[in-house]
């Protein structure tokens, strides 16, 4: 997978200390470049002006706040992310937020880089493959 992902960069949102590492070690060794992790809202926002990321993923519950102000802001300027989420129910439910792709917690590392890889090549303008506008769910 590396050379689908080389020169590539990801955001990590996660308010988990482990998690993110978890992650953090998974997307280095596939290849990406990492930026963050962070772990509250205002620091995903500041990151995201700083470096535009290729894709991110976004614990949804950060603790007091969600993520959907760095989803929408990712979502304004053609980013794709994916929620990750012990609480997937409340997601759907809770907000609509365009292009939605739901990762449950825990999750198959191998599986979440698919569906990160997927979900680039759509985002890609220069892709081969069409992809047709919507919202997906992904359980891990």
Known sequence: MKHET???SIL???DDPFIAMDLEDTFIGAGFSVIGPVADVESGLSLIEEHRPDIA???YNLG???SVPIANALASIGVPYIFLSGQMS???ETHDVPERLIVGKPYVPSKLLK???RTI???TPSSNSRSEPGSGIAFG
């Open 90 to 92: 409340r997601v759907i």
């Open 12 to 14: 990590i949102v996660e």
């Open 57 to 59: 993923t976004l614990d």
């Open 64 to 66: 007091r706040e969600n």
């Open 121 to 123: 090549d759509k985002a």
């Open 6 to 8: 080389a020169h590539k």
């Open 115 to 117: 569906l990160i890889s």
